[in-house]
C-alpha cells in the first residue's frame, strides 16, 4: 500500500452567521418554510378530526378501528426520520456541514417519536382486533428493532459530549441502522413467514366512508412529521448558536 | 522563496460550544525550534493535536511544506507515551516503524534504541520501565520515521532531575542536529533555554511572541508574568 | 497492508503475553454453557436439539462483547490509539488489523466453547464439524467486522464498555438470525443452508465496507 496524503477535513460551522441567530442558509430557508406548513397543519388536523369522528363504525371491530386513522400513517414518519438522520449524517461526513449534522438530530428525535406511537398504537389496536398484545408480526418485529437503533443512536450522542468527534461516530451509526432495515426485513423473509398485517390497507379493506379520513391521516401526520423536523432542526441551529454566544462572553469556562 | 516546514494561518478549534484556539498563525522553519508556553487550559495540547493531525481545525488552514498536512512528517509526543506495556523496547519501536512503513524496521529499532541510550534493556518489557526510560522510549518511537518535526507535549512532566537533565540535553543535541520541533511546556525556564523562538499562549490565542537575543529566561518571565496579569 | 498486518502481530502477541482476553472470555462463555443448565427445562434430546443452537449463540455474542471491548480499552492505556492514528495512510487498515485480531481470538474461543457445550449436553458436533466451522466463521466475521467499529467508538464515550452491548447487539440481529438457523440445520445433519450463507455473505459485505470506510472518521477528535 503506498501512503497517501489525505487533505485536512474540515468542519464548516455556521457560528458566522451572527446576524441570523446562527442560522445557516439552508436552515434560514426550513425555517421559512416552516411556517406554512404550521398553519396548513392546524387546518388539516381540525378537518381530519372531525373526519374520524363522524367515519362510520366498523361493525367487527367497534370503535378501536379508529386507530386505523392513526397507526399506518404513523410508519411514513417513523421510516422517514431514519432515512433523513442517515442523509443528514452522509452529508456531514462528506462535506463537514453541522447543519446537516442538526438535521440528523431533529430526524432521529421525531424519527423516534413517530416509532414509539407507532409502537403503542399497534399492540392496543391488535389487543381490540387479533386478540394479544403482542404478536412477533415481522412489521413489528422490525420496527421494535429499529426503534432500539435510534435508542443507541441517541445515547451515542448523549454520552460523547458536544463536539465534531459525537457528530462522525452519530452520522456512522445512523447509516448501519438505515441499512439494517432491509437487513431485517430480508431476515424475516427468509426465516419467519407470520405476517398479520393486511398486504394492501389502502385498497380494499377499508370499508364505504373510511377511505377519505384514512387520506386524511396520511397527509395530516405526514405535515406534522415535516413540521416537526423543521421546527426540532431550528431550535437545535438556535440552541448552539446561544451556547456558543455564552462561551464567548465567558471565555474562562 | 521555499515554504516553511509548517505554516499556520488562522486556525480556530471549537468543541461544540467552547472554542479553544482562536486565530493562530505561525510559521515555523527547516531546523527553527519553537516552544510554546502557556497556563494549563490555554489551548496549547489542542494546537499540537492539530498539527500531529489527531484533531481536525474547526476553520484555518495548514500546510506542511507548501502542500497539505501529511502525517509522515510528523513525529509526536503527547501527555501519554503511546507504548504497548507488553512488548518489549525494541518491539515497540520495531512496531512503530512497521506502521509508519519504515523499511527494515528491525535496524531501525536497533539504531534508535543504541541512539537514546536504551540498548542494554531492548529485551525488557516496555510496561517495567522508570518514567525516564519509559519517556526515552517515547522520544524515539516519535522519531522512528525520521520525522521533520517533532512534537513534544510537556515531556518533562513526571520525570526526576537526573531524567529532566538528561532529556534537554537530549533535545539540545537532537536540536544542534538540525531537528525542527515544537515545544509545549508552562515553565518558563525551559521554554527560553530550549528554543529559539517562544510564543505565550493565553485563552487559545498567542498573546505574545519572543526570539533571537530578547528570548532570555528573565525576559520571558517577565512578560509572560505580565500577560498573565493582564489575563486575570 | 502493512499497518494491518503490524497491528494483528501486535494484537497476538500482547495477548499471547498477557492471556487475559481469551481467558475472560472462555471462563464467561462456559460459565454461560453451566448457567443454561439452570435455566433449561429439562435435558431431553428434543429440548437439547432445538435450544443449543440459541443457547451457543447467545454465550459467543456475549464473549464477543467482552473481548471487543477490552481491545479497545488495552489501546487507551498510554494513549496507544493515537499512536495508531499518527500512522500514514488511510485509517481503514488500522481497522483491519484490529478485525483480524479479534477474529482470530474470537475464534479460538468459539471453538473451545463449542467443545463445552457438546461435553456438557450431549451434542455431537463430530459429524458436522466442518459445516459448523463454516457458518461460525461467516457469522463471526460479520460480529467483529461491525463490533470493531462500534467497540473503537464506545469505548471511547463517557459510558465506555456499558455502550457496547446496546449499540451492537440491535446490528447483529440479522447475523443472530443467520447463525442460530445455519446451526439449526447443521446440527440437524442437513448441510448448511442456502439461505443462512447468503444471508450471512451480504451482511459480512456490508459491514466491512461500512466499518472499513466508517474507520477513516472515527480516529480523530
Known sequence: MTPMTKPFSQTKDDSAHTTNGGLSPLEQQATRWRQPFGWLLVVITLVYAWAVFQAPLDHTQGVIQKILYVHPPLAYGAYLGFVITAIGGLLYLWRGREDCDRLAISGAEVGVLFCTLMLVTGPIWARGTWGRWWSWDPRLTVTLLLWFVYLAYLLLRSFSGPGPRTARFAAIYGVIGLVLIPLNYYVIEIFDNRSMHPDNLERGSLGDGMGWPFLLGNLCLGFAFIYLVLLRWEVEARRVFQQRQEALEEPDT | ?232 | MNIALAILWKDLVTEWRARERVIAMLLFSILTAVIFYFALPDQRPETLRTLTPGLLWTAYLFAAILGLNRSFALELENEALSGLALAPGGRGWIFLGKAAANFILLSLVQALTALAFALFYGVDFSSSALNLAAVIMLATLGICSVGTLLAAMAVRTRLREVLLPILLLPALVPVLSGAVHGTLSVMAGEGIPFSSVQLLIVIDGIYLVISFLGFEYILDE
Open chain 2, 1 to 232: 522563496m521555499t515554504s516553511p516546514l509548517l505554516r499556520l494561518k488562522d486556525i480556530e478549534k471549537a468543541y461544540g460550544p467552547i472554542t479553544a484556539l482562536r486565530n493562530i498563525s505561525l510559521d515555523l522553519d527547516h531546523g527553527e525550534t519553537i516552544s510554546l508556553l502557556g497556563p494549563n487550559g490555554a489551548g496549547k495540547s489542542t494546537l499540537l493535536r492539530i498539527v500531529a493531525g489527531l484533531a481536525a481545525p474547526t476553520r484555518g488552514t495548514l500546510e506542511i511544506q507548501g502542500t497539505a498536512h501529511d502525517r509522515r512528517a510528523i513525529g509526536y509526543l503527547g501527555h501519554a507515551t503511546l507504548l504497548y506495556p507488553e512488548l518489549t523496547a525494541r518491539e515497540n519501536l520495531i512496531f512503530a516503524a512497521r506502521l509508519h512503513g519504515v523499511p527494515k524496521p528491525a535496524r531501525r529499532a536497533d539504531q534508535l534504541l543504541e541512539e537514546e541510550d536504551l540498548s542494554p534493556v531492548a529485551q525488557r518489557r516496555a510496561g517495567g520501565f522508570s518514567r525516564g526510560m519509559a519517556q526515552r522510549l517515547a522520544i524515539a518511537r516519535a522519531r522512528v520515521h525520521k520525522p521533520s518535526l517533532l512534537l513534544l507535549d510537556e515531556p518533562f512532566t513526571g520525570l526526576d532531575v537526573p531524567a529532566i537533565s538528561r532529556l534537554s540535553q537530549r533535545l539540545i543535541e537532537l536540536r544542534n542536529a538540525g531537528q525542527s520541533w515544537l515545544l509545549v511546556t508552562h515553565e518558563v525556564e525551559r521554554a527560553a533555554m530550549l528554543a529559539d523562538t517562544a510564543l505565550i499562549v493565553l485563552r487559545g490565542q498567542v498573546a505574545e511572541r519572543l526570539t533571537g537575543g530578547e528570548l532570555t529566561p528573565q525576559n520571558l518571565s517577565e512578560i509572560y508574568a505580565k500577560a498573565l496579569d493582564l489575563q486575570s
